[in-house]
């Protein structure tokens, strides 16, 4: 008599544990074979048609039909069996992880696109290997990156701190005049 198995279960009192079917669907509880496929990562072959063969090193995805990138991973051109994801990060600088195939977007630079960039000229986004600025920075921004201040005071900037202490002087002459006038 057959009995129904719980998910993931299969075979005479359901102790068999099924393969890695696609979409977390359960496998044939008589058989244990997926029905609708494996997940990525896993694939069926004639001898063990499970879905709990893993991927052969070089490829992933479902039924492991993609070949990992070569030359793009640190470490080494393994990737993750399911995703393709670079395991141990990107080689070079520049590109997002996990996949490593996408540049980093705008404002973001380095290993991962770990690092931001600094105030490059008119939004100009910077290098995204090396984080620097091509032309100029924003105003009040200086070196490569453009993320140092710039500690130097504009000449308007100069005259207008020393009107501003003119006034400021003028004020408290006022006030110490008109207290003089007051108690006479």
């Not at 359901?14 to 008589?30: E, L, S």
């Not at 470490?75 to 996408?102: H, I, N, V």
């Not at 500690?151 to 005049?177: D, E, Y």
Request: proline residues 4%.
């Amino acid at each position: 008599m057959l009995q129904d198995c719980n998910h993931n279960t299969w075979g005479a009192e359901c102790k068999q544990a099924c393969g890695d079917c696609r979409d977390n669907i359960t496998c044939n509880a008589v058989v244990g074979v997926c029905d609708v496929g494996c997940d990525p990562g896993v694939y069926v072959t004639l001898d063990k048609p499970m879905c709990n063969q893993a991927c052969p090193n070089g490829l992933h995805g479902y039924n492991c039909t993609q070949t990992c990138q070569v030359g793009i991973c640190y470490g080494s051109d393994l990737c993750d069996k399911k995703t393709g994801a670079c395991l141990e990060g990107c080689l070079f600088a520049g590109y997002q992880e996990p996949s490593c195939t996408l540049e980093c977007c705008n404002g973001t630079y380095g290993l991962g696109c770990a690092y931001k960039c600094g105030a490059c000229a008119d939004g100009t986004p910077c290098n995204k290997s090396t984080g620097l600025c091509p032309g100029e920075c924003d105003p009040g921004f200086v070196g490569d990156m453009c993320t140092e201040k710039d500690g130097a005071l504009a000449p308007a900037s100069i005259a207008l701190l020393v009107i501003g202490i003119l006034f400021l002087v003028a004020g408290i002459l006022g006030v110490l005049f008109a207290l003089w006038v007051y108690k006479k």
